[in-house]
């Protein structure tokens, strides 16, 4: 059924994909033309780089036929030439039986594969017909990859760690459900966030969600917040007020800095999450409330319960599903692709298109961080205000810092507290940047320098988040 399947799209990309075949042999070309045209490919020719780039700029293509030894020189650099001048569609080189260590280079290039002269027609429809399939499937998975990406993004859920990828299948897995999450790690973690993410995908998202700071109201006051009161409960109080838990009715309660509510809430708060009912302050008329709880901290509530600072039963009510959050320092390969992200969005909202050269993307991810999340979005923000340039660098952040930087952006610091994982993830981060900052973006290059294969150096950008260099 599948093999069906992809035959019928084989078929179908047939009728719509448009051939450049560039070989400076007029009868070769209509030669191949002919076998191509047959199968149902539109064919274009020309014979040589100029014609090659100005048919480029024309039309659009599904698919390149190079031959690499091109006038005016006939040499195989200006075939290279055109090939890194092509580099959203696949390249199929044609070479001499003798020319297989060029095709080979060419491949290292960027080409996606080869045949060798004389052209079996048979042949040339197979590696054509698999070239573009192949190619057509991975443009899908890319438009899906960008669609889950805008879809995270939408959900304030970026990044590409290990640690962020958990975080996104537990929400998926706990969304659809009403069962209580406490999340629990350091300030600045998006605590907020994930639990709105959770709202999102909920099936309450249409509801309210009501996001309450525990240790923001003052504990006099938390009461009356919470359930709201009635005209004259208290000096003051010259109307109804209705309370947070009952603007929460139907869709989700956040209650932020749990570990910061006074003992005494603590025991109303857990009578109203048992029985889903509560008195407003100087009310009569029981209210009744459908909430979906979530709760978050940065203590340590098991230490604060044996302490005696918060009530165990509470704490095994909020605690439902625990998410754990990381600091992020523990999770430098986000840096890139957070620092982007809030970069674009200060971009759009002043209409200042900026970016960060190698160097200071360099900084960015070396910092510690205490302040995590949060600290690298105020950070970046107060160096975006201050740039001068389109693209901010090291002087940008020395200035902001009102000083030298103590350690040089050219050098790669010693990280002797770091587990080895994230030295060996810094180190990659600084080569690759630094590479393709000498090659001015060439990925291609870039890899060669490195060591590694073009798709090798690819895969490690995408992990780390890392974006193309620009040099305009």
Wanted: proline share 5%; net charge negative.
């Amino acid at each position: 059924m599948m093999q069906v399947e992809n035959n019928k799209m084989a078929e179908k990309l047939i009728l719509t994909q448009r051939i450049l075949l560039v070989d400076d042999e007029p009868a070769f070309c209509e030669l191949c033309s002919q076998w191509l045209r047959q199968v149902g490919y539109h064919v274009d020719s020309c014979h040589d780089i100029a014609s090659a780039q100005q048919r480029l700029q024309q039309q659009s293509y599904s698919l390149v036929l190079l031959d690499l030894a091109l006038p005016p020189s006939f040499t195989p650099q200006e075939g290279l030439k055109l090939l890194n001048d092509i580099s959203t569609i696949p390249v199929i080189v044609l070479t001499g039986h003798a020319d297989r260590e060029l095709a080979l280079a060419a491949i290292a290039q960027g080409a996606w594969d080869f045949l060798a002269k004389p052209v079996d027609p048979d042949m040339l429809a197979i590696v054509v017909k698999r070239a573009l399939t192949k190619h057509s499937l991975e443009n899908e998975v890319q438009q899906l990859k960008a669609q889950l990406a805008e879809q995270q993004t939408a959900l304030g859920l970026i990044g590409v760690s290990q640690h962020t990828e958990m975080l996104r299948n537990l929400i998926s897995r706990i969304a659809p459900t009403d069962v209580s999450v406490l999340i629990s790690g350091p300030s600045g973690t998006g605590k907020e966030v994930i639990a709105k993410a959770i709202h999102q995908l909920s099936y309450r998202k249409n509801q309210p969600f009501i996001s309450v700071h525990c240790g923001a109201i003052p504990s006099e006051l938390l009461e009356s917040e919470l359930f709201g009161y009635k005209k004259g409960a208290f000096t003051g109080a010259d109307r109804d007020r209705q309370g947070l838990l009952a603007l929460a009715h139907q869709g989700t309660l956040f209650l932020d800095e749990i570990g910061e509510m006074p003992l005494n809430m603590q025991v109303k708060l857990l009578r109203v999450l048992q029985e889903g009912k509560f008195y407003p302050v100087g009310g009569r008329e029981i209210v009744s409330i459908d909430v979906r709880l979530i709760s978050a901290t940065n203590k340590d509530l098991p230490h604060a319960v044996n302490t005696g600072t918060f009530r165990d039963d509470l704490y095994y009510r909020l605690k439902g599903i625990t998410i754990n959050t990381q600091r992020l320092a523990d999770r430098p390969e986000d840096i890139p692709i957070l620092a982007q992200h809030f970069l674009q969005h200060y971009s759009q909202k002043h209409q200042r298109p900026l970016q960060l050269d190698a160097n200071a993307l360099h900084w960015f991810i070396t910092q510690p961080w205490p302040g995590n999340v949060r600290e690298l979005k105020n950070t970046l923000e107060s160096v975006a205000a201050i740039a001068q340039q389109p693209v901010i660098g090291i002087n940008d952040i020395e200035f902001l810092n009102g000083n030298k930087l103590s350690q040089s952006s050219n050098t790669i610091p010693e990280l002797p507290n770091e587990t080895l994982d994230n030295q060996v993830r810094h180190l990659e981060i600084r080569l690759i940047l630094d590479a393709l900052q000498q090659v001015q973006g060439n990925r291609t290059h870039a890899a060669r320098k490195l060591g590694l294969s073009r798709q090798g150096l690819l895969k490690k950008m995408e992990r780390y988040g890392i974006q193309d260099i620009d040099h305009s």
